[in-house]
């Protein structure tokens, strides 16, 4: 795992000694007891931004769960939505909540008639990352990002973004756009952020497929974007924060007068100010995202990744383990492994205590 240049994010080593205690599946936020009786396998798919946060979570509530296993494959969003409601996963992580479409049809993992539980656990900013030689920080605003992405500006002397960073020597190097490839929560909330705040510069709707008719080079998941990024001089992509690596250089964003850098303090900042999504059962906590804040030290490009489960499950095993792992994840440990394994934003307290209402309801 690298060390992280953004906001002091660091990679730690899980030792023997991170013997971190999981919540009680029937105490939501209180920790077990060091014998724990666990027993049984999760199988969870989705968000590959939850990746290195998963590997983390997974290895500390193995730990002190040994009779445990749990496996979660980072395929992306999309892959863990369509296994979630296949019943091909017991959980599922998404870089969105699901829409209403997807809420109206059925979930082979739930008994029938449940309702889904969504659960905002892992928030993160999205980083703008660039490969331009000798150049480590930019500042853009979204009317500049959107324009890059779209194909409007195509060199790295445009002066669009050379009236953006005084003092900047840009080369006049072709710009090579990044996207992902795969249907992405990250791409969704990248693209939402620019539908909100370019001010009529991206002209498509929020969506976790690139639009067709835009060039740019696709990559497979967070790990192809970060490659394409490293490998090609002049690309710029983005990616979950926690994949920043030392080659790469990093965008500010406009916010009000100043520019943001991706802090993960910014990103939690972001979540605190939004509303849930008006309308949903009361243990889906999908979060109404605000792109527009002026607010200063708010980072508008943030990502939340939710867990996925049912209310009720088919199988009550499954129920248990879920309630469980779901537990330690919203606890205050469990945020602090995924803060320290992936530079991710500990949900506040007021969130906490939402979720914490929600996973009780698991059953």
Same mark, same amino acid.
């Given at each position: 795992m690298?060390?992280?240049r953004?906001g002091?994010?660091?990679?730690i ?7 971190l205690?999981?919540c ?7 920790e077990t007891p060091a014998e724990s009786n666990?027993e049984?396998?999760?199988?969870g798919v989705?968000?590959?931004s939850?990746g #290195?946060?998963?590997e983390g979570?997974?290895?500390a509530f ?7 296993t749990?496996? %979660?494959?980072p395929?992306?969003?999309?892959a863990?939505?369509?296994? /979630?409601i296949g019943g091909?996963?017991d /959980? !599922?992580? #998404?870089? +969105?909540?699901?829409n209403d479409e997807? @809420?109206?049809?059925?979930?082979a993992?739930?008994?029938?008639? *449940?309702?889904i539980?969504?659960?905002p656990? %892992?928030i *993160?900013? =999205?980083a =703008?990352v /660039?490969?331009?030689?000798g ?8 009317? $500049?990002?959107?324009?890059? /992405?779209n194909? $409007?500006i ?7 973004i050379?009236? @953006?960073n005084?003092?900047?020597t @840009?080369p006049a190097a072709?710009?090579?756009?990044v996207? +992902?490839?795969?249907?992405s929560g990250?791409?969704?909330n990248f693209?939402?952020?620019l539908?909100q ?7 498509f709707e ?5 639009p ?6 696709g990559a497979?998941?967070t790990?192809?974007v970060v ?7 002049g690309?710029i ?5 926690s +994949? ?5 250089g990093?965008? #500010?964003?406009g916010?009000g007068e100043?520019f943001e850098?991706?802090?993960a303090e910014g990103a939690a900042a972001?979540?605190d100010?939004s509303?849930?999504?008006a309308?949903r059962d009361?243990?889906d906590?999908?979060v109404?995202?605000e792109r $527009? $804040?002026?607010?200063?030290? !708010?980072?508008p490009?943030?990502?939340?990744s939710y867990l996925l489960?049912c209310?009720?499950?088919?199988d009550s095993?499954?129920?248990e383990?879920v309630?469980? %792992?779901f537990?330690? =994840?919203?606890?205050?440990?469990g945020?602090?492994?995924s ?8 949900? *506040? #307290?007021t969130?906490?205590d939402q ?5 009780e309801a698991?059953?």
């Amino acid at each position: 795992m690298n060390i992280k240049r953004s906001g002091g994010i660091v990679a730690i080593a899980l030792v023997g000694a991170l013997a971190l205690a999981s919540c009680a599946a029937n105490e939501g936020g209180n920790e077990t007891p060091a014998e724990s009786n666990l027993e049984g396998t999760l199988s969870g798919v989705g968000a590959s931004s939850q990746g #290195s946060a998963q590997e983390g979570l997974i290895a500390a509530f193995q730990t002190a769960n040994p009779g445990v296993t749990i496996n %979660y494959s980072p395929d992306g969003s999309g892959a863990g939505r369509e296994a /979630f409601i296949g019943g091909g996963a017991d /959980f !599922a992580g #998404s870089d +969105r909540a699901f829409n209403d479409e997807e @809420l109206a049809g059925e979930f082979a993992t739930c008994a029938a008639d *449940s309702g889904i539980v969504e659960l905002p656990l %892992y928030i *993160s900013p =999205i980083a =703008i990352v /660039f490969n331009l030689e000798g150049v480590t920080e930019l500042n853009l605003d979204a009317a $500049t990002i959107a324009n890059i /992405f779209n194909g $409007t500006i195509t060199s790295w002397d445009d002066a669009a973004i050379a009236a @953006l960073n005084d003092g900047v020597t @840009l080369p006049a190097a072709a710009i090579n756009p990044v996207h +992902r490839a795969d249907d992405s929560g990250t791409q969704e909330n990248f693209t939402d952020y620019l539908a909100q705040a370019s001010g009529g510069a991206w002209t498509f709707e929020a969506d976790g497929e690139w639009p067709a008719e835009l060039g740019g080079e696709g990559a497979s998941q967070t790990s192809g974007v970060v490659s394409a990024i490293e490998a090609g001089a002049g690309s710029i992509g983005f990616i979950d924060a926690s +994949r920043i690596t030392d080659a790469m250089g990093v965008v #500010s964003v406009g916010v009000g007068e100043g520019f943001e850098a991706p802090p993960a303090e910014g990103a939690a900042a972001a979540v605190d100010a939004s509303p849930l999504v008006a309308g949903r059962d009361a243990f889906d906590l999908a979060v109404e995202l605000e792109r $527009t $804040t002026d607010a200063a030290g !708010a980072y508008p490009i943030t990502l939340i990744s939710y867990l996925l489960g049912c209310e009720v499950y088919a199988d009550s095993a499954k129920a248990e383990l879920v309630k469980a %792992y779901f537990s330690y =994840i919203a606890s205050e440990e469990g945020q602090t492994v995924s803060a320290d394994a992936a530079g991710s934003a500990p949900i *506040s #307290s007021t969130l906490r205590d939402q979720v914490t209402a929600a996973i009780e309801a698991i059953s």
